[in-house]
């Protein structure tokens, strides 16, 4: 093995060697940690957070997804609380202009309920999530990984699955480029709150002919919405950053319903186009999946469930590995399954944000144009 770790890190590793070490607790990090527990691997599985979020995010989850689920035995769960349908009202400058429909891709529900759904499984399966743990060293030979964390201690494994989303951690370590562009711009403010008196029956679209617009969608097992909408800018054209005050001017701009206060903001964040792929998904016997190997627009609803799809193969590959056939040609199939699909998933979520972009300066047009 390189022996570029200290001999107080190489003292500082207690546990016998685990078949799989995971980096992050996203749905691509759960999903793969159940997975591979489910057929019997030994799987640790850290997180640089202190402790779950609660925050809406990916909320789109398609069916390929709830098929792999239902295999993890976490589709019921989820099937229980989340919508099958969601009517998107859409209104332009105010007045509302028509209603869509739109069912049968699969079901709407908070990013933070897929996580907690996956974590409760994983628990039964008696993996616990390592908490306050940040990857910050790797260093790898023919037989196993050593990962270095950032208070010192060592984890070794037999592979490592980089599951530490778009500023990976682990893609930097292995030098891995990242080919894509960045706006510079914020696209995006994004938030949940509360929105007492407004139809939960819906996902509000207001855009304006002036341009922007704001959206609130009604979260399944909550009394929030997820807030998205083009960001507010000062006398100078500088964006504002996210704050409960700031939405509440943006839907007074483009909703124009004085009777309703926006309230609770318990998630303000942002969001830029991004549109990048890893360079590779693996580098011997560490591999990349989820956002860490691709990020995208989020138009058709396509980040966390491509994630889903490759830990799902990803959990192949690794079984197949740890099952004794751990030749090359084993290792590659993951990179050579999923390289293609995420690729076009990239160009694909690309034209489908142009299309929506495009779309809601029309009225009566919304983010269905993403969906088609
Ligand atoms: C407003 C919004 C709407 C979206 N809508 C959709 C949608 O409808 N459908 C959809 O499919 N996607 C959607 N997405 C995208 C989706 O949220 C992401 O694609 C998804 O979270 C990626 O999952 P992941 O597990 O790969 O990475 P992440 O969720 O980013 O998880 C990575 C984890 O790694 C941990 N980590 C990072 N670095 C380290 C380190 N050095 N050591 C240890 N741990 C580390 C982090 O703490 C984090 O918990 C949306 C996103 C936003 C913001």
Redesign the pocket.
Known sequence: MTDVLTNSMTDAVTDAPTDVLI????????TLACDLALRGASVRL????TEP?HE???????QS?LDIFEGLGVAESLTAIGYEEVVLRKYFDGEHINDTPVAGTGILIG?WQI?GALRERLAGLGVTIEYG????GITQDATGVRAE??NGSVIEARYLAG????????RKLLGIPFEGSTEEETA?V?GDVRAPGLSRDHWHQWFTSEGGGTMLCPMPGTDTF?L?ASPETDEHGEQLPPSLESFQRLFDRHARMPEIRLTDATWL?T?RVNARVAGRMREGRVFL????AH?HP?A?????????S?AAALARTLGAALGGEAGEEVLDAYEAERLPVVTEVVADTSRRYERVVEAVRTPGRGIEAGLE
Not at 23 to 30: D, F, H, R
Not at 163 to 170: E, F, I, L, P
């Open positions: 980096v992050g607790s996203g749905p691509t990090g759960l850290i997180d640089q957070r979020h809406s995010r990916g909320k789109g989850l398609q997804s990013q996580e743990a940040r990857l910050a964390l950032a599951c530490d989303g778009g500023r990976s951690t682990t995006m994004v997820q998205q964040s969001w999946a989820g956002d860490a990020v989020i058709g609803g396509l980040g966390m469930n491509t994630g889903i490759d």
